[in-house]
């Protein structure tokens, strides 16, 4: 063999071995959409349904504008680069996408809006570039997301938002984070009432450093519930922005 038919086959071999084909496994909650969104957000990557990413919903959500949701992929810890969340049957469909850094758990909870019984995802990229999926079936009757807002009802809602309402809860090495952001989070799909919502959220220490990462999306519920397993007992930083720009931030001791 010469040498650049050696070269060439030695550049081939590692190629070869990252192209390896992926077996993804059966789909637990079976979707005429999944193809869709496999594309539409993974962009026809890798991937495996994984048991190990939970999704922890209600079987059934009794308000369809506020469905309690956990993502847990803490089985993954050390390896997950990123996770994103949606629910496939509705009509705004992408609710929250989450980067946690040195010293978050790949835990989150939130509270999402349900237009009707839609498989829920969350798909969890590790740093070998395989994306791990977990899914979740929930039943609903209907109309969360083109529902008129409740915070809009109130009386001087607008003094108050950006507000954050919450505290610190520990957790062995870990404390949990509970909080709640006053901010109407218009979906776009209510008569004469714009987009309005919050886009951008960001986690922080005492210093400055970035602890997390999360994009938010109109399918998230109105005055925004959210929950995270941070290291360590100081403070702890939660900074915001709508998509009209305003930017909000909170302490929590």
């Known amino acids: 063999m010469n040498w650049r038919a050696y070269c060439l086959l030695a550049c081939w071999l590692p190629?070869?071995?990252v192209a390896e084909p992926v077996t993804p496994g059966k789909d637990p909650v079976p979707s005429v959409m999944w193809a869709f969104y496999h594309k539409q957000i993974l962009n026809d990557a890798p991937f495996v349904f994984d048991?190990?990413?939970?999704?922890?919903?209600p079987p059934f959500a009794e308000d369809a504008?506020?469905?309690?949701?956990e993502i847990d992929a803490r089985a993954l810890q050390g390896e997950v680069v990123k996770i994103l969340a949606?629910?496939?049957?509705?009509?705004?469909?992408?609710?929250?996408?989450?980067?946690?850094?040195?010293?978050v758990l790949p835990w989150l909870s939130i509270r999402i809006r349900i237009e009707q019984a839609t498989p829920l995802r969350a798909a969890v990229l590790t740093r070998d570039g395989l994306w791990h999926v977990g899914s979740t079936l929930i039943d609903a009757a209907g109309g969360g997301c083109t529902a008129p807002s409740v915070v809009?009802?109130?009386?001087?809602w607008e003094d108050h938002i950006g507000e954050v309402l919450g505290g610190r809860y520990p957790r062995g090495e870990f404390s949990?984070?509970?909080?709640q952001v006053a901010h109407p989070m218009d979906n776009g799909m209510v008569g004469g009432i714009p987009e309005f919502f919050l886009n951008h959220a960001q986690l922080q220490d005492s210093a400055?450093?970035?602890?997390?990462?999360?994009?938010?999306?109109?399918?998230?519920?109105?005055n925004p519930s959210?929950?995270?397993?941070?290291?360590g007992a100081g403070q702890t930083r939660l900074v915001l922005r709508d998509n009209s720009g305003n930017q909000f931030d909170a302490a929590i001791p």
């Open 65 to 69: 504008r506020q469905v309690p949701l």
């Open 86 to 103: 949606w629910a496939e049957l509705n009509p705004l469909p992408r609710i929250v996408d989450f980067e946690p850094g040195e010293g």
């Open 176 to 179: 949990r984070l509970r909080l």
């Open 152 to 156: 809009r009802s109130q009386p001087g």
């Open 51 to 57: 048991e190990r990413v939970k999704l922890l919903a």
């Open 226 to 231: 959210l929950g995270f397993d941070v290291a």
């Open 15 to 17: 190629l070869a071995a």
């Open 208 to 222: 400055g450093k970035v602890l997390a990462n999360l994009a938010l999306y109109p399918a998230v519920s109105e």
